[in-house]
């Protein structure tokens, strides 16, 4: 069974900082790209950020960029999203997607296998 699970997530206060992880099992990540996505409450799914299998390439939404940071361990089939200076807008439930090739999308319908998502609060 392919599976992705985030944990991490969490209640910060605004200007904190929290790493998420996403573990894969039942494949390996070598030949994936890593989505991360987020919704909030009655928006959209929306994506935040990507990294390209073997690590060399990144995409960020505009909301994240310079805050936010992709990475990836391949030898722990697991990948990670570093968010610095959180703020209240950031709260949503958080998951991970691969998509299978060496591009990276930040768009939802190109990604075939989901995490179930972790909560990300964002208040104080």
């Known amino acids: 069974q392919l599976q992705l699970v985030e944990s991490g997530g969490g209640l910060v206060q605004p200007g904190g900082s929290l790493r998420l992880s996403c573990a894969a099992s039942?494949?390996?990540?070598?030949?994936?790209?890593i989505g991360w996505f987020r919704q909030a409450p009655g928006k959209e799914r929306e994506g935040v950020s990507c990294?390209?299998?073997?690590?060399?390439?990144?995409k960020y939404a505009d909301s994240v960029k310079g805050r936010f940071t992709g990475s990836r361990d391949n030898a722990k089939n697991t990948a990670y999203l570093q968010m610095n200076s959180l703020k209240p807008e950031d709260t949503a439930i958080y998951h991970c997607?691969?998509?299978?090739?060496?591009?990276?999308?930040?768009?939802?319908?190109?990604?075939?296998?989901w995490g179930q998502g972790t909560q990300v609060t964002v208040s104080s």
């Open positions: 997607a691969a998509l299978r090739g060496y591009h990276c999308s930040i768009y939802p319908g190109d990604f075939g296998i």
């Open positions: 039942g494949f390996t990540l070598d030949y994936y790209s």
């Open positions: 990294i390209s299998s073997s690590g060399s390439m990144t």
